[in-house]
């Protein structure tokens, strides 16, 4: 049994048309994953917010989301069978079940409570907090530079909860809560790599562990949805299921530092979806605000990859380092 079986079930998802073989080069594949990553990001996000703005509760939704999601590794778990299971740190997904869960859970409540692109862009945070977190509980090196982008990041996040201003809201601290917590849910999943971990396995463990837990919280609030409303959660969950399937494809073709600027898109999607499906319009002040964290963000990933390549070049033997300004378990989190 090779040793990484998930290769095959990705490509068996989302298999790329010929012509993209033959006129795209691997990077321009590669953009166009991401951009279509956003775009169905986008969509998971505006449909929750519908679904939620009725009478389905967020967590019942999230509970969906789990189910769905998990479902599709299902072929994946029939044909390895038991390697699904074999994980090396098996004690370790209690942990990173709950920080993955609780960060769903107030994202998919943020995006109840604000503008879609609100939420999003408070969530931005998220790169910024992976930092903070790497160098507090995983022992990385952090240098000035990448310090400064941080709190440049964090100076956007001012910007458009504008503190001293009449406009602040108090459930704009729901996303970036949700940021932490989805940080935490990476670095969780950086340690298991390290261990050696399948990146599909992670999330077929993961999702065993939430859909049952899930489910059991909804019961506590449960509304039996109409078949519309069967529907529009069953969208969310296969969208949220190809952005990952496409972001994870999208990495495996061209490097994060390159492509992490695209994945920023999902705010102008999320934006004019939600203006056109609900007629809804987000603060001026997001802009300018995002436009900050995702130049620090895309900052912190090119200072990432150039310390993985220094340390390639002093031990040509080593692996580089996931990069915790993007990882493909982003998308895992919604």
């Given at each position: ?264 898109l999902r705010l102008p999607f999320v934006a004019v979806l939600a203006y056109f499906w609900l007629g809804e319009v ?53």
């Open positions: 049994m090779p040793s990484h079986p998930n290769e095959a079930h990705v490509r068996s998802l989302f298999k790329p048309v010929a012509w993209a073989n033959r006129v795209l080069s691997p990077a321009m594949q590669a953009v166009v994953l991401v951009v279509l990553s956003a775009f169905f990001f986008s969509i998971m996000n505006v449909t929750i917010r519908i679904v939620t703005q009725g009478d389905i509760p967020v967590l019942e939704v999230v509970a969906f989301r789990n189910l769905f999601g998990w479902m599709v590794l299902w072929p994946w778990w029939l044909r390895v069978g038991r390697y699904a299971f074999q994980t090396p740190a098996p004690r370790f997904y209690i942990f990173r079940s709950s920080v993955g869960m609780l960060g769903m859970i107030l994202m998919f409540w943020s995006v109840k409570l604000l503008h879609p692109a609100e939420a999003v862009a408070l969530n931005f945070t998220l790169p910024l907090f992976a930092v903070i977190g790497a160098y507090f509980f995983l022992g990385e090196k952090v240098g000035a530079r990448r310090w400064g982008a941080t709190a440049v990041g964090f100076l956007g996040v001012l910007i458009m909860l504008q503190p001293g201003a009449g406009t602040f809201k108090l459930a704009a601290i729901v996303p970036i809560a949700a940021a932490v917590a989805m940080a935490a849910a990476i670095l969780s999943v950086k340690h298991l790599t390290r261990l050696g971990e399948d990146p599909v396995r992670a999330v077929f463990l993961n999702g065993m562990i939430a859909t049952p837990l899930t489910f059991a919280m909804a019961a506590t609030v449960w509304v039996t949805p109409s078949w519309t409303q069967l529907a529009i959660l069953f969208l969310i969950g296969i969208m949220g299921t190809l952005a990952h399937i496409t972001f994870t494809m999208a990495f495996k073709l061209a490097d994060a530092s390159y492509l992490i600027g695209f994945d920023y987000p603060t001026v002040w997001i802009w300018p605000g995002a436009g900050l964290i995702a130049l620090s963000s895309v900052y912190i990933a090119q200072r990432e990859r150039k310390r993985a390549l220094e340390a390639m070049a002093k031990d040509p033997q080593s692996r580089p380092a996931t990069p915790v300004a993007k990882s493909h378990e982003t998308k895992d989190a919604f």
